[in-house]
Nanobody, 119 residues
Framework: QVQLVESGGGLVQPGGSLRLSCAAS????????MGWYRQAPGNQRELVAT?????SANYAGSVRGRFTISRAKNTVYLQMNSLKPEDTAVYYC???????????????WGQGTQVTVSS
């Protein structure tokens, strides 16, 4: 079994900062890319940022320059600065994981953590 457990969401004022964490645990042989997605009410889930095993990061245009993704072993982080009300959403962690030799990489998701930006 594989689990992705997120933490760090909450309520913050516009212009503030939050740091999200997501730890992958369980039967894991290797992890490929990891990332963060978000979904606001009435909207589809959208990519926020991804990071490869080599540390190459990719960002959505709406967050580039404000958010920073990083990873250490089986944990991925999202540092969010200069937050705006439009960043309000449920944030989901994603990881592309190989659980054992002979299987294939597949995507796993966390349960989501709420981020609310409001004064």
């Amino acid at each position: 079994q594989v689990q992705l457990v997120e933490s760090g969401g909450g309520l913050v004022q516009p212009g503030g900062s939050l740091r999200l964490s997501c730890a992958a645990s369980g039967t894991i042989f290797n992890i490929n890319a990891m990332g963060w997605y978000r979904q606001a009410p009435g909207n589809q889930r959208e990519l926020v940022a991804t990071i490869t095993t080599g540390g190459s990061a990719n960002y959505a245009g709406s967050v580039r320059g404000r958010f920073t993704i990083s990873r250490a072993k089986n944990t991925v982080y999202l540092q969010m600065n200069s937050l705006k009300p439009e960043d309000t959403a449920v944030y989901y962690c994603n990881a592309n994981i190989l659980i054992r030799i002979g299987t294939t990489f597949r995507d796993y998701w966390g349960q989501g953590t709420q981020v609310t930006v409001s004064s």
